[in-house]
């Protein structure tokens, strides 16, 4: 069959249907739409911008600061919480935007926060058989 | 595809598979039908699996995501020993919280250079890849030569691999980490090498995205150590 998108820049190939017809996807796996791809950016279209990775960055570094400045003060019951939640969110910054899994095809999340969540309930599991939490 | 027209406009790099490969190829020549391999090619590729994503990236999370097994185990065996220890060798004692919240701030910020690097790759600005990813690996030595001078201080100060169970399990946690980064350094170092000298075949930057992926995990890891390990006082 002749394709009418023959003579478009190789930018294109992406976006091009299969024989079967099913539709294009690129490398994350996400469809392809020919009128949003930006070529400047190829396989990183989706991603954040090199500024956007600097001020996330500092976010991060502002955090763990806070994390520091908090481990030496005496807020009580809320010392606990607090760092675990402000670890969490430099976790979830991390992986979302450093290694792209907000961005991504969604098995590659299940892949990975499959894993954690499995360790997380088998080692909560383990640690209460030995009274850790009582 | 055989029923494809020829045309001579077609773009010349992509997909052995895509209807424009077949155009692009050389009249007479052989259709390729290596999926797998895409040589030097400069062009993103649509990958051809059953799940629509590439095999190594699927393969890199599920890797990462066995990690967290690995990880999980070793830090809960911390926690649970972390109070096994003898009078005056405890965390309370030894922790030096500045000194380590400052290898922190410089694994965290090789993450951000990581991150640069793969941008720089997929932007195919070799220049900068480089760079970033030469300044990610020295971002690493140092972090790995400040574990070394924190385990000597700790070792100094009486605190052997058998001196307790709570030294066994924070050398055994940590010392797995700084194997991770290490193991990181290496490939990143054989990376920009490898690159340089025109070596790297394949997606160059599915590779260094790859590579990226494993040192933003390293990253994730720390964070968790520093604050279950380092903050949060046994």
């Given at each position: 069959m002749s394709t009418?998108?023959?003579?478009n820049?190789s930018q ?9 017809g099913?539709?294009?996807?690129d490398?994350?796996g996400?469809?392809?739409d020919p009128?949003?791809e930006d070529?400047?950016?190829?396989d ?10 600097v001020i ?26 607090v760092?675990l ?13 450093f ?5 991504d ?5 299940l892949?990975?926060y499959?894993?954690?969540f499995?360790a ?10 030995f009274?850790?939490?009582? | ?12 790099t ?12 050389p009249?007479?020549?052989?259709p390729?039908?290596?999926?797998g ?11 051809h ?9 699927l393969?890199m999370w ?7 097994l ?5 830090i ?6 972390r109070?096994?220890?003898?009078e ?5 004692q ?8 400052a290898?922190?701030f ?5 993450s951000?250079?990581m ?5 720089a ?10 760079i ?8 690493g ?14 070792y100094?100060?009486g ?8 030294g ?6 940590t010392?797995?980490?700084g ?5 990181g350094?290496?490939?990143l ?6 690159s ?13 995205e790859?590579?990226g ?5 390293v990253?994730i890891?720390?964070?968790i ?10």
């Amino acid at each position: 069959m002749s394709t009418d998108t023959d003579t478009n820049d190789s930018q294109s190939n992406e976006s091009q249907p299969d024989e079967t017809g099913h539709e294009a996807t690129d490398s994350h796996g996400h469809p392809i739409d020919p009128a949003h791809e930006d070529p400047a950016h190829g396989d990183h279209a989706h991603g954040a911008s090199d500024l956007q990775y600097v001020i996330i960055a500092g976010i991060l570094a502002a955090i763990t600061g806070l994390e520091v400045l908090v481990s030496y003060l005496d807020i009580g019951p809320l010392f606990l919480p607090v760092l675990l939640i402000l670890m969490a969110i430099k976790f979830v910054t991390v992986v979302s935007f450093f290694m792209h899994l907000k961005f991504d095809n969604k098995i590659f999340s299940l892949m990975f926060y499959g894993g954690l969540f499995l360790a997380i309930f088998v080692y909560a599991a383990a640690l209460a058989t030995f009274h850790f939490f009582s | 595809m055989s029923d494809t027209t020829i045309d001579v406009a077609a773009p010349t790099t992509g997909e052995p598979d895509t209807p424009d490969e077949s155009a692009a190829s050389p009249v007479g020549a052989e259709p390729r039908d290596d999926a797998g391999d895409h040589g030097d090619h400069d062009v993103p590729f649509a990958p051809h699996t059953s799940t629509g994503v590439t095999n190594v990236k699927l393969a890199m999370w599920l890797f990462l995501g066995s990690e967290c097994l690995l990880f999980g185990g070793l830090i809960s065996t911390y926690m649970l020993y972390r109070n096994r220890h003898s009078e005056g060798i405890g965390p309370d004692q030894l922790w030096d919280i500045p000194f380590t919240s400052a290898s922190s701030f410089i694994l965290l910020m090789s993450s951000l250079t990581m991150v640069l690097a793969v941008s720089a790759a997929g932007r195919k600005d070799d220049r900068n890849t480089h760079i970033w990813l030469s300044v990610t690996a020295l971002l690493g030595a140092l972090f790995i030569a400040g574990q070394v001078y924190e385990f000597t201080t700790f070792y100094n100060e009486g605190l052997g691999y058998t001196t307790s169970l709570f030294g066994s399990s924070f050398y055994t946690l940590t010392g797995f980490h700084g194997v991770h980064v290490s193991v990181g350094i290496i490939m990143l170092l054989a990376l920009v090498g490898m690159s340089m000298r025109k070596k790297l075949h394949g997606d160059k930057a599915e590779t260094i995205e790859m590579v990226g992926l494993y040192w933003h995990f390293v990253d994730i890891v720390w964070i968790i150590i520093f604050t279950v390990v380092y903050l949060i006082p046994a």
